[in-house]
Each structure stands twice: as C-alpha cells, then as structure tokens.
C-alpha cells in the first residue's frame, strides 16, 4: 500500500509559479514510476508530467513543456512538479500518482498504469 500526499497549491495570478509536492510512504519509493495528473471542473483527468524510476526520464505533455519541471527525490520519497508561467487554463486539481514496482522502465503517461493516487491539490490561475 502506497499513500500519497500532495501540497503547494493555491491561487496565483497568470504569469506566477507554484511548487507542488507529494510525499509518498514506502521503502521501495526508488522503485515507483511516479507521474502529476489533473482534472479541470467538467473535464477528465489528463496526464501532466512524468517521472521513470529507472533512471530519472521525464515526460510532458505538450501544453506544460517548457513550463513544468517534475522531479524526484529518492532519499525523501518526494515527487516535485515546478510550475512556472501559469496560465489560467492551468487552474485544476492537481493529483500525484505513484507505479509500485513498475515493470516498465519507461516513463508511464496514460491513468491506467498507475495504481495509487493522492486526494488532489487545488491550483487556480486568476487572469
């Protein structure tokens, strides 16, 4: 069993940062693909950003490239997601979600492979 918690959101106006961070339980955190969803009001969740376990490669989608940065950071079994120049379409529940033991040594980007999710974290962009 895997719990995940996530931090940092909040309201920013268009154009700001905000760091968000999950804390994951588990000794084995070195092993969990880990990866940021996040879901607008009245639409589906939708992949953010992803970390592999193996050797730390990273993936976005297309409309945070350039802006967002996710890392990790074994020794404290965290998971970052820096999001510069927010935008306004950015504003949504942010979710972390972790991969025990992924077979994969890929980066994992579709909801389906992930098996533990956090409770969100609300960010809002005020234009």
């Known amino acids: 069993q895997v719990q995940l918690v996530e931090s940092g959101g909040g309201l920013v106006q268009a154009g700001g940062s905000l760091r968000l961070s999950c804390a994951a339980s588990?000794?084995?955190?070195?092993?969990?693909?880990m990866g940021w969803f996040r879901q607008a009001p009245g639409k589906e969740r939708e992949f953010v950003a992803a970390v592999s376990w193996s050797d730390g490669s990273t993936n976005y989608a297309d409309f945070v490239k350039g802006r967002f940065t996710i890392s990790r950071d074994n020794a404290k079994n965290m998971v970052y997601l820096q999001m510069n120049t927010l935008k306004p379409e950015d504003t949504a529940v942010y979710y972390c979600?972790?991969?025990?033991?992924?077979?994969?040594?890929?980066?994992?980007?579709?909801?389906?492979?992930?098996?533990?999710w956090g409770q969100g974290t609300q960010v809002t962009v005020s234009s």
């Open positions: 588990g000794r084995a955190f070195s092993r969990y693909g």
């Open positions: 979600a972790a991969k025990m033991f992924a077979l994969s040594m890929g980066v994992l980007t579709t909801i389906s492979e992930y098996d533990y």
